[in-house]
């Protein structure tokens, strides 16, 4: 988002949150959502004992690794409790002082009872004997525009060729990883994770296929941009509602759908 709005880049990609927080500090030429990658939040609850049977409940009197506060995953995660009945701030203890990128070192040496963790190293943690994962954040939450692309008001108004041409290029990737296999996946993108294990990589990819990470089209729909919002007023990171028709320009989508 910083590097978009000091046009040192025309495209940014991240949370819808990011366009929000813009609109409401009042820029004219604030940035708009044109085409939405992921659905669910991807992190994953791993515990530090296995448990054949969980239940959000038994976060209770816990500890636990959400991130950083104010980032949707951590968000998300109270949204869930929230939704189990529980409150966050009373009934578990959520550590946000970690950084992302030392999360589950600090599980693995720490005295944490559950840590969240995107793949693939959720799935490396558990491989190593570190940890277990026992439920999906993403899953628990519900749809939720977790990432997608942006753009300044202005840059797509006077640049709309780039724009669908940008979007008919992530909807043909969006159907490609739908009829493929997480193995066919693998294969494909494995040069960008030179350091991860291809069985491991395929793992990571299939947990994301079973919980339909991935959007099957750049629509980013209204009823999931309010979950999004309603994340974020729970959380107290956001006061009201900002207009969907504001932040999110579908006009690309549909075309490319169409």
């Known amino acids: 988002m910083t590097a978009v709005l000091a046009n040192q880049c025309d495209i940014g990609f991240a949370g819808p949150e990011a366009s929000i927080y813009v609109y409401n500090e009042g820029k004219e030429d604030f940035c708009q959502v044109f085409a939405q990658m992921t659905q669910k939040d991807g992190s994953f609850l791993v515990a530090r004992n296995q448990n054949e049977n969980f239940n959000w409940e038994d976060l209770k009197g816990k500890m636990v690794i959400p991130g950083r506060k104010g980032g949707v995953p951590y968000m998300t995660l109270e949204y869930v409790l929230k939704k189990n009945g529980m409150n966050p701030q009373k009934d578990t203890t959520l550590d946000d002082s970690i950084k992302f990128d030392l999360m589950a070192g600090a599980f693995a040496s720490g005295n944490a009872d559950y840590v969240t963790l995107f793949e693939p190293t959720a799935s490396m943690t558990q491989e190593q004997g570190k940890g277990y994962i026992v439920a999906s954040v993403g899953e628990a939450a519900g749809e939720i525009p977790y990432t997608a692309y942006f753009a300044k008001k202005s840059y797509i108004q006077e640049n709309e060729e780039t724009i669908q041409k940008f979007?008919?290029?992530?909807?043909?990737?969006?159907?490609?990883?739908?009829?493929?296999?997480s193995k066919e996946i693998a294969q494909t993108i494995q040069n960008f994770f030179p350091d991860t294990d291809i069985k491991m990589l395929?793992?990571?990819?299939?947990?994301?296929?079973?919980?339909?990470?991935?959007?099957?089209?750049?629509?980013?729909?209204?009823?999931?941009?309010?979950?999004?919002?309603?994340?974020?007023?729970?959380a107290g990171e956001l006061k009201e509602n900002v207009p969907y028709d504001k932040i999110v320009n579908n006009k690309y989508t549909q075309e490319t759908v169409k």
């Open 202 to 234: 395929e793992a990571a990819i299939q947990s994301y296929q079973n919980i339909n990470a991935w959007s099957e089209t750049p629509v980013l729909k209204e009823e999931a941009f309010n979950r999004l919002e309603e994340v974020m007023i729970m």
């Open 167 to 181: 979007t008919n290029a992530i909807y043909k990737g969006q159907q490609w990883v739908k009829d493929h296999s």
